[in-house]
Nanobody, 119 residues
Framework: QVQLVESGGGLVQAGGSLRLSCAAS????????MGWYRQAPGKQRELVAA???????TYADSVKGRFTISRDGAKNSVYLQLNSLKFEDTAVYYC?????????????WGQGTQVTVSS
């Protein structure tokens, strides 16, 4: 059983910063990708940023240059530094852990943490 525990959301003014954290526990495949998705009201869940075990990162175009993802392999943790926040960054942010094993793709999700940016 894999569990993801998130922290760090909150209310911030536009232009401000937040840092999200996510710690994974349980049986975790050694080669994996950890990342953050977000879902705003009335919108589909979208990838914000992700990082693989070898350090390859992916960012949504809308957050490039403002958000930074990092991970600590020893702690099975991933972090998202959110800078220069905009009103449109308001959403529930979900931590994701994914890997492929024996031909199957596994995805695990955190409970979500609310990020609210006031304009």
């Amino acid at each position: 059983q894999v569990q993801l525990v998130e922290s760090g959301g909150g209310l911030v003014q536009a232009g401000g910063s937040l840092r999200l954290s996510c710690a994974a526990s349980g049986r975790i495949f050694s080669t994996n990708r950890m990342g953050w998705y977000r879902q705003a009201p009335g919108k589909q869940r979208e990838l914000v940023a992700a990082v693989t075990t070898v350090g390859t990162t992916t960012y949504a175009d809308s957050v490039k240059g403002r958000f930074t993802i990092s991970r600590d392999g020893a702690k099975n943790s991933v972090y998202l530094q959110l800078n220069s926040l905009k009103f449109e960054d308001t959403a529930v942010y979900y931590c994701n852990l994914a890997w492929k094993e024996i031909g199957f793709e596994f995805h695990y999700w955190g409970q979500g943490t609310q990020v609210t940016v006031s304009s």
